[in-house]
């Protein structure tokens, strides 16, 4: 069954644009990754500054080959900036000068990894 990265970000109020900005400007590079099945990035609404970054996989292996491939590029600058962390795509772009990398959004990044047990979806006609 399938596995679940949820990938915990601590943001300040002041960065809450640019993480999401960021997110934005990545929409469809993790998408077309063989084994992945699922991304949502979530807001905080009640009094925390903790983003949640979901990803669902197929298996550990189709996770890990993603960080090795698209994710590590992502990190070393490549196809965008740098990421916010593992799990999600937002690419650092805007914000420094030329040749410096810009600062994350996050100050701190927390990684939980979950195998899935059950699940329900809703019933079709």
């Not at 300040?12 to 469809?28: T, Y």
């Not at 949502?40 to 197929?58: A, C, I, M, S």
């Amino acid at each position: 069954m399938s596995i679940v990265k949820i990938n915990v970000l601590t943001v300040p109020d002041e960065q809450r644009e640019v993480l999401e900005k960021r997110f934005a400007s990545r929409a469809g590079s993790v998408e077309n990754s063989d084994g992945f099945e699922w991304f949502e990035l979530l807001r905080p609404v009640e009094g925390t500054d903790t983003y949640l970054v979901y990803t669902r996989w197929r298996d550990e292996a189709a996770f890990q080959a993603w960080m090795e491939g698209p994710m590590k590029a992502a990190h070393q600058g490549g196809s965008g900036g740098s990421a916010e962390g593992a799990g999600g795509g937002a690419g650092t772009g805007a914000g420094a000068g030329a040749g410096e990398r810009p600062r994350p959004a996050a100050s701190a990044s927390t990684l939980w990894s979950f195998e899935v047990v059950q699940q329900a979806a809703p019933k079709q006609g």
